[in-house]
């Protein structure tokens, strides 16, 4: 479900998207970026993403190896109450999309599908959708973060969208859209992320999909008992 075809096709449609963050209160609480743990894949293997630094080389949708020209390393929520829900990472089971293993999605972080519903909706099997319009889809759903959750992103001299072993393709802004956390401003950049109004009825779609699927898959494992 997650596309992993780029490396080998060279996609060159490209996208808009920005990093997010928001204050509540005093506090601030991050929204998008991707959450420490998680295995991009680079020049040396699959590394954890904490352990990617500036001038490592990172796999990338559209670019092949790309440098990182920078790392933003911040908690999820860094006030002293609980962490409001509207900050809470979902919970994708695995298999729930594709993904190889449980992965954990900050709500606006945009992320890559494929499908034949982005395709016939868009022109293009590949769509950024942000990722709470997959929320109550395959039972992916809002948990609450476990201890201090360490949210990192990664930067290019361009935006890029970098493969994690999850099975998913994730949104890394370029260095210039720092200005955005500080400003609210957005910055034209590469990659579009789809209005949420149109990501949940792709949302929808993909999940129609899902079912067809493993419909046809159970109709067939019938029919070969049978046999």
């Given at each position: 479900?997650?596309?992993?075809?780029?490396?080998?096709?060279?996609?060159?449609?490209?996208?808009?998207?920005?990093?997010?963050?928001?204050?509540?209160?005093?506090?601030?609480?991050?929204?998008?970026?991707?959450v420490?743990?998680?295995?991009v894949?680079?020049?040396?293997?699959?590394?954890?993403?904490?352990?990617?630094?500036?001038?490592?080389?990172?796999?990338?949708?559209?670019?092949?190896?790309?440098?990182?020209?920078?790392?933003?390393?911040?908690?999820?929520?860094?006030?002293?109450?609980?962490?409001?829900?509207?900050?809470?990472?979902?919970?994708v089971?695995?298999?729930?999309?594709?993904?190889?293993?449980?992965?954990?999605?900050?709500?606006?972080?945009?992320?890559?599908?494929?499908?034949?519903?982005?395709?016939?909706?868009?022109?293009?099997?590949?769509?950024?959708?942000?990722?709470?319009?997959?929320?109550?889809?395959?039972?992916?759903?809002?948990?609450?973060?476990?201890?201090?959750?360490?949210?990192?992103?990664?930067?290019?001299?361009?935006?890029?969208?970098?493969?994690?072993?999850?099975?998913?393709?994730?949104?890394?802004?370029?260095?210039?859209?720092?200005?955005?956390?500080?400003?609210?401003?957005?910055?034209e950049?590469?990659?579009?992320?789809?209005?949420m109004?149109?990501?949940?009825?792709?949302?929808?779609?993909?999940?129609?999909?899902?079912?067809?699927?493993?419909?046809?898959?159970?109709?067939?494992?019938?029919?070969?008992?049978?046999?």
């Open positions: 479900m997650f596309g992993w075809k780029a490396a080998v096709l060279g996609g060159t449609n490209k996208r808009m998207t920005e990093t997010t963050g928001a204050y509540d209160g005093g506090a601030i609480g991050v929204q998008s970026g991707i420490a743990g998680t295995k894949a680079t020049s040396l293997g699959w590394r954890p993403i904490e352990a990617v630094a500036k001038g490592d080389k990172v796999l990338t949708f559209d670019g092949g190896l790309q440098v990182v020209t920078g790392v933003t390393r911040r908690k999820l929520w860094n006030g002293e109450t609980p962490c409001p829900t509207r900050f809470w990472p979902l919970e089971p695995a298999h729930a999309l594709g993904n190889l293993e449980t992965m954990y999605l900050l709500p606006s972080q945009g992320v890559m599908v494929e499908s034949d519903a982005a395709e016939e909706m868009l022109g293009d099997p590949f769509a950024l959708i942000p990722a709470k319009a997959l929320e109550g889809l395959r039972e992916i759903a809002p948990v609450a973060p476990r201890g201090e959750m360490e949210i990192i992103c990664l930067h290019f001299e361009e935006d890029h969208v970098v493969f994690a072993n999850s099975g998913a393709l994730f949104h890394c802004p370029a260095e210039r859209d720092l200005l955005n956390d500080v400003f609210d401003t957005p910055v950049a590469a990659y579009q992320v789809l209005p109004e149109e990501a949940l009825a792709l949302a929808t779609f993909i999940e129609a999909e899902i079912k067809a699927a493993e419909s046809g898959r159970n109709i067939r494992r019938a029919a070969t008992s049978a046999a």
